[in-house]
């Protein structure tokens, strides 16, 4: 059974900065993307960024230029360095393990860590 762990989160004022790490235990024989979302009070869960399997990145467009996404496999942790934090990114932010399949290997099914706050003052 695979497991999401995240830390990192805090209490930070606006232009600072914070990495959250997301730690993978578990073994699955499925390839998979990483994603981090985030869900502010009273807000759906939204996209932040995403790491997909082959290494290539893609990020909401109000979080490029400020947010890092990387992953460390040795570790098998998922990063997500936050700089020049604003009062909007302030929210519960998850990582999630999404399966993916390939040719003669069908996988499917998804995996959400518990959360970690990031609160940013103005």
């Known amino acids: 059974q695979v497991q999401l762990v995240e830390s990192g989160g805090g209490s930070v004022q606006d232009g600072g900065s914070l990495r959250l790490s997301c730690v993978v235990s578990?073994?699955?024989?499925?390839?998979?993307?990483m994603s981090w979302y985030r869900q502010a009070p009273g807000k759906e869960r939204e996209f932040v960024s995403v790491?997909?399997?082959?290494?290539?990145?893609s990020y909401v467009d109000s979080v490029k230029g400020r947010f890092t996404i990387s992953q460390d496999d040795a570790k098998n942790t998922l990063y997500l360095q936050m700089n020049s934090l604003k009062p909007e990114d302030t929210g519960l932010y998850y990582c999630?393990?999404?399966?993916?399949?390939?040719?003669?290997?069908?996988?499917?099914?998804?995996?959400w860590g518990q959360g970690t706050q990031v609160t940013v003052s103005s």
């Open positions: 999630k393990m999404a399966l993916t399949s390939v040719p003669g290997n069908f996988c499917m099914g998804n995996y």
């Open positions: 578990g073994y699955t024989r499925c390839t998979y993307d």
């Open positions: 790491i997909h399997s082959d290494g290539t990145t």
